[in-house]
């Protein structure tokens, strides 16, 4: 009886050591990204200045930037000017959008208002944006080709530098590298 006591208590352990290893052995932001080289979902928002609806089709044509963002996220505040500079430093080259998840429009006003709106900010009322494109979290920033293609995110605020590489691949059409997806 005491060996199947034992036994039983070394296979506990052995089973709790393979999920602590398979664990730490992995990056806990990174999420499965099922939309990567898939057509882009369509969506209809609200522009927050002025009230036009603008569409994914509306887009085309032209690299689209999309990032998720909400005014009580601190990594939204810490991203936003990346992405200010962002818009002004290659507007020409890609068409840049907010999308504001899971927040009031008087609270993004305010964000905005403090940190900056040079691109179009849109308001997903009910999320369903959110949810086409699979948003685990804010922010996230999704990079599409001219032609409406996902070619691939970033999770978390992004820096220049990530921003200026995605946007080259956007451009050049190179591939985007496995890692920041």
């Not at 730490?24 to 369509?42: D, H, I, W």
């Not at 995110?153 to 990530?162: A, E, L, R, W, Y």
Request: hydrophobic letters at 40%; charged letters at 20%.
């Amino acid at each position: 009886m005491k060996w199947r006591i034992t036994l039983g208590f070394a296979v506990l352990c052995l089973g709790l050591l393979a999920v602590l290893y398979k664990g730490f052995g992995s990056n806990p932001r990174e999420v499965p990204f099922m939309l990567k080289g898939q057509q882009a979902p369509t969506f209809s928002l609200r522009r927050m200045d002025t009230g036009e609806r603008v569409t994914l089709e509306s887009l085309k044509g032209q690299p689209v930037v999309i990032n998720f963002w909400a005014s009580w996220c601190g990594p939204c505040k810490m991203e936003h000017p990346v992405l200010e500079w962002g818009a002004r430093e290659f507007g020409q080259q890609a068409r840049f959008v907010g999308v504001v998840f899971e927040d009031t429009e008087e609270n993004a006003r305010q964000f905005l208002s403090r940190l900056g709106a040079s691109f179009p900010q849109l308001i997903d009322d009910r999320s369903a944006m959110a949810v086409d494109y699979g948003v685990a979290g804010v922010p996230e920033t999704y990079f599409i080709d001219a032609q409406g293609i996902i070619r691939t995110k970033h999770v978390g605020p992004i820096d220049p530098q990530t921003l200026t590489e995605r946007i080259r691949e956007l451009t050049t059409g190179a591939a985007a590298p496995a890692a920041g997806q």
